[in-house]
Structures are given as structure tokens and as C-alpha cells.
């Protein structure tokens, strides 16, 4: 049974998502995801100022199993980036809630609204 | 479907393994990380379920004859019992139906190891030779029923020590044997068992075999004696790193066995003949089977992936990784005969083309980095 924090919002693709005070979003893989791929080897990032569409490829992480695309949960700009986790990409797999990857400023606050929460997320993983 | 479990499969839930449906078994892909299964077996022992994999008995008058025509390696290199050798089995059009480890125990019986996904149709192509010689052969496979041996792979280089405290017979009969080769030994505390110096990691250590129902107890008791279970993540990491070919990725029944770096498995110099051997000499070598070390970042190399040489001539990654060992993106490649080691190749990840160097194999063997 993985971890599936409460104050969150999910993808059914394994993003999570928090919704910050300024209406931003922060952007990880949750701890499902990192336990199916294993220990991650490599992260490449968005570069910050790039406009996605929801569902677009804005990141990418390998484990020494797999490579796994990461989508962008909804439509916005990237507005930073966690380098960490391009240093110590094995960080993501001993706190994946921690360890964030991208922020994006939603081009439509109410976008978010769409995401599952940790509840539904749960069910998609059968947890 | 149903998938197959093998006799430790509560051996492995009971450990807490990440369990994966491979090609139709329920096996472990590993016990927590991968990576530290790994670095167990490079610097200390881990032990592998490879009770998915097959052993087939061939016994009759003459298995020797009826090998020499099966096999594209030479069993008349297996002259003392025991003796083990690695082979490919051919189609008559030169591709491979499987490698194998075939076990010369005496002239009337040898022991062959197969691979898990490829046994049924490795016997089935087996009893059809049989019948169409005349070998008059028996042919058993060993997995299931009755007579089902499980197969644990001890590897590291404190695994045979690892194994003598565990069974404490073995030690006699394996201690002076050496590399490829094989020792029965009975009254163990686990019956009788098969103990073969020989092993998928590049490092030393023992295949063993027991009685299926033998077999939850031969693992419990390599745990207790400190040996790390590891599951087929780390299996696959360290036989990349030990430059050896996994068979449905590096070579299958559309690859020539030259073209898959095997040539050295290949007998073509005795005048014996075998299946496949006429189209092998006609085909010949056009490609070559060579280590990549990726020199930049931007991420992992994988099976399917482009290589481009500098001259443009294109080849293919057949398995890659990240090795844990080196610290660095690693595969094995069939490129063209244009290329040398030595020379700087691009490879196609996603949407870029970064470059590797190309290597000879093995990448590690017995702890140490070879290839750098």
C-alpha cells in the first residue's frame, strides 16, 4: 500500500500535483510510480519559460529498468525547476512527495480542479 | 492467464519481492532496490531463482552423436565427466532457437539447461531430431512433475564458501573444480544435488540444482548463511555488465549467431557437421556484437535504439542499462563491420543523438571494471 498524501491532487498517470497559495503547481512522481520504476538512474527536466498543453511530455525519468515519460497535468508555463533531482535522481525514491520536479503557473486556475484526489488516485492504483 | 510459479514463489511474497510477469512466470524483479542486490553479488554472494529455466535429460546409446549434429558447439570438447559447455541450437537456416548449457555427466546421459521462455519448443525441436535420425533417445525435461529439479544460482565471490556452509558435502567434490563444470553430490541435507561452477554475472559461484520440493529449503538455508536474495533486475544488470547475451533481445530465431558476438561458441573448424552449419558458412559475418559506453547526459540506453557511425552506417542496441558497477549508461550493440573499437558512435534517445564510445566486452568481470 503506498503512501497517498491527502492535501494532494493526482494524474492517473502517477503525477501528484500540489496547488500552492499563489496558484501555482508543483509537479513529482508519487511513491506508486517510483516503486514500479525502481531505483531511478537519470531526470531530465522542462526548461522554465516552456508552455505545455496537458498531457504533453515535459520530463523524463529512468530507472535502471525503464524510461518513463512525465506529462504535464494541466495547460501552463513552466516556472521552475528542481535540480536536485537531476543531481541525486535516486532522491525521488527515498521521498517522492519531497523531491519535486517542475512548477507550472496553470493558464487556467481552475484547471486543477479536474485532478483526482487522493481518493480516486487510490482506487487507479488499487491501494 | 494463469501465470507459472516456481517452487520458491512464497519464498519470494514472503520476502516482500516486487513480483513481474516474466514472459508468462511470476518472478521477483527484486526485493527493495535493485542496485544494492547487484552490488551484493560484484562484492559479496546473492542468490537468483532461475527455476523458471529447464533442465533436459537426453540418455540412450549414443547422445554424443546425436549433440555433435544438434548443437553449433562441439560436445567432443566435453572429454571428462563433468565438463560443461556453453552452445547454441541452430535452425537449419543458421538463426538461433536457443543457447543452452549442456552438462556432460556420462556417454550415455548429459544434461542440458535451457532458457525458461524457449524450453517447450527447445524439447519439442529436440524429440523431432530424435525421431528423424533414428537417435532413439529419451528425452525429459525436469521442471514439471514427478521429477521437477528447481535451479538457484549462488554468484559473488564468497558465494561458494557461502555454499559450503550450507552444504557441507559439496565441498569435497567442488572445492579443486573448476570454471564450467559440474559435480553430482548426494546425501545432502537437501537430497541430491547438482552443483555447477558456472553462473549469468561474471563473477564466480555455483548453479545449483535439487528437487523442486527441495527447494525452499536450499534458499532459506543460503539466507540464513547470509546470502542476499536478488531478483532478475540485478540478474540482467550484471550480465550486461558481464558482456553476456540474453537470448529474445541480443540474439533469437532471425539473428545469425555470428552477428550476436557467439562465434567463439561456434565450431566450424572439425569437419562435423550440424544444423545450421551449411547456411551459417553461406551467410557469413555482416555485423558485429560490441560493447557502447554512453559519454553524455541525457539518459539511458535501451534495446531498439539507432547507432550511427561516423560514416553514417547505422546499427542497433540490442540491450542497454545503467550499470551499477560503473556508475555510467552501458549496452550491447550489433554494428556494422565498418566500426572499431575505440571509435566514437551517436546514439538516437528520444530527440537527440548523443555519442558513445565503443568498447570491447566484457564491461566488468570478477569485480573489476574492464572497460572504461
Sequence with gaps: MSNIPADLKYTESHEWIRVEADGTITVGITEYAQEALGDIVFVELPKVGTNYTAGDDAAVVESVKAASDIYAPVSGEVTAVNGAVVASPESINSDAYANWMFKMKPSDASAVNGLLDAAAYGKTTGA | ?372
Design chain 2, 1 to 372: 492467464m494463469t501465470l507459472k510459479a516456481t517452487p520458491l514463489n512464497n519464498a519470494h511474497r514472503a520476502l516482500g519481492a516486487r513480483m513481474v510477469d516474466f514472459g508468462g512466470w511470476d518472478m521477483p524483479v527484486n526485493y527493495g532496490s535493485q542496485i544494492e542486490e547487484h552490488h551484493a553479488v560484484r562484492s559479496d554472494a546473492g542468490m537468483f531463482d532461475v527455476a523458471h529455466m529447464c533442465v533436459v535429460d537426453i540418455k540412450g546409446a549414443n547422445v554424443r552423436g546425436f549433440l555433435r549434429g544438434l548443437l553449433a558447439n562441439n560436445v567432443d570438447k566435453l572429454q571428462i565427466s563433468g565438463k560443461a559447455l556453453y552452445s547454441c541450437m541452430l535452425t537449419p537456416e543458421a538463426t538461433v532457437i536457443d543457447d543452452l548449457i549442456v552438462y556432460f555427466i556420462s556417454e550415455d546421459w548429459f544434461r542440458l539447461v535451457v532458457n525458461a521462455g524457449t524450453a517447450e519448443k527447445d524439447v519439442a525441436w529436440m524429440q523431432q531430431q530424435n525421431e528423424k535420425t533414428g537417435a532413439g533417445l529419451t528425452i525429459t525435461q525436469r521442471r514439471d512433475g514427478a521429477n521437477a529439479m528447481a535451479l538457484i544460482a549462488v554468484q559473488g565471490p564468497n558465494a561458494r564458501a557461502k555454499v559450503w556452509e550450507v552444504i557441507p558435502q559439496a565441498k569435497d567434490a567442488t572445492a579443486e573444480m573448476k570454471p564450467f563444470n559440474v559435480a553430482l553430490v548426494s546425501g545432502t541435507a537437501f537430497g541430491e544435488a547438482m552443483v555447477a561452477r558456472t553462473g549469468y554475472t561474471g563473477e564466480d559461484g555455483f548453479e545449483i540444482g535439487v528437487a523442486a520440493e527441495q527447494a525452499e529449503a536450499l534458499w532459506n538455508a543460503l539466507a540464513a548463511a547470509g546470502v542476499k536474495p536478488a531478483g532478475l533486475g540485478a540478474r540482467d544488470t550484471l550480465r550486461l555488465e558481464a558482456g553476456m547475451n540474453l537470448y529474445g533481445n541480443d540474439m533469437d530465431e532471425t539473428v545469425n549467431p555470428l552477428n550476436a558476438g557467439l562465434a567463439w561458441t561456434i565450431d566450424l573448424v572439425s569437419e562435423r557437421d550440424f544444423i545450421g552449419k551449411a547456411a551459417l558458412l553461406a551467410q557469413g559475418q555482416n555485423q558485429q556484437f560490441l560493447g557502447l559506453i554512453l559519454r553524455e547526459k541525457g539518459g539511458v540506453l535501451r534495446s531498439h535504439q539507432k547507432v550511427i557511425a561516423a560514416n553514417g552506417d547505422t546499427g542497433e542496441i540490442t540491450s542497454g542499462t545503467f550499470s551499477p558497477t560503473m556508475q555510467q549508461t552501458i549496452a550491447l550493440a550489433r554494428l556494422p563491420m565498418s566500426v572499431q573499437v575505440g571509435d566514437t558512435v551517436h546514439v538516437e534517445i528520444r530527440d537527440k543523438k548523443l555519442a558513445a564510445s565503443v568498447v570491447k566486452l566484457p564491461f566488468v568481470r570478477n569485480g573489476k571494471i574492464l572497460a572504461a
